[in-house]
């Protein structure tokens, strides 16, 4: 198994709503990644889990709040979120922090009314 | 000054021709390149890595990496209109904690 899954494809959250993203990888990797990416723009790293340890928070606001329950699976916890938040949310993971390919995910499409 | 420069284009490229994407980074320690292709709408997909100087070919594929003149590109040979997409130059640093650092991507147009 070689890929990275993301669940949902398409999220629509009021400004007041709990949602969560989930992402899942078999891959055995030990690197998970959560980036954002806007229209036309680059994807943005948000978070970065090695051994299940947050390792790195790019400064994100405290309305996203990331898990790792175990080394297979991230979630991203998502409360009073701002229309401008609406954004693609990619998953990705690599076989360690140091190792060099990350394979993405399909993404979340967020879209936030 | 942009840590890695892409032409934003649109690159527009004949059915059959040899396109040609080009991008230049700015941080001299970085050590691993790669180029993903992203289609409208969906995720970025890895195509090519390269650590070396030098050409990497995969396929249709060849990668040409120049450190010293700070230089990553990418050839499609027989470009197909199904290359059509953006491609995301990526560049990553020496050690264990450096992030993938992406370009702002080249759109490119195969016409038939």
């Known amino acids: 198994d070689t890929e990275v899954t993301q669940t949902p494809k398409h999220l629509v959250m009021g400004m007041t709503n709990k949602k969560s993203l989930k992402c899942e990888q078999h891959m055995g990797h030990r690197a998970m990644y959560w980036y954002k990416q806007k229209a036309k723009k680059p994807p943005e790293l948000m978070f970065v889990?090695?051994?299940?340890?947050?390792?790195i928070n790019e400064s994100v606001p405290s309305r996203f709040s990331p898990e790792c329950p175990n080394s297979s699976l991230l979630n991203l916890h998502l409360h009073a979120l701002q229309p401008e938040d609406s954004a693609l949310y990619l998953c990705?993971?690599?076989?360690?922090?140091?190792?060099?390919?990350?394979?993405f995910g399909p993404g979340t499409r967020l879209t936030v009314l | 000054q942009k840590e890695v420069e892409q032409n934003s284009g649109p690159l527009s490229v004949p059915e059959g021709a040899i396109a040609s994407l080009n991008c230049t980074y700015s941080?001299?320690?970085?050590?691993?390149f790669f180029w993903y292709r992203q289609y409208s709408g969906k995720s970025p997909e890895l195509i090519m890595s390269i650590y070396s100087n030098g050409d990497k070919e995969d396929g249709r594929f060849t990668a040409q990496l120049n450190k010293a003149s700070q230089y990553v590109s990418l050839l499609i040979r027989d470009s197909q209109p199904s290359d059509s997409a953006t491609y995301l130059c990526?560049?990553?640093?020496?050690?264990?904690?450096?992030?993938?650092?992406f370009g702002s991507g080249t759109r490119l147009s195969i016409r038939p």
């Open positions: 990526a560049v990553k640093g020496y050690s264990s904690a450096s992030k993938i650092i």
């Open positions: 990705a993971s690599s076989q360690v922090t140091g190792a060099n390919e990350q394979f």
């Open positions: 889990y090695s051994y299940e340890k947050l390792s």
């Open positions: 941080d001299r320690g970085s050590q691993s």
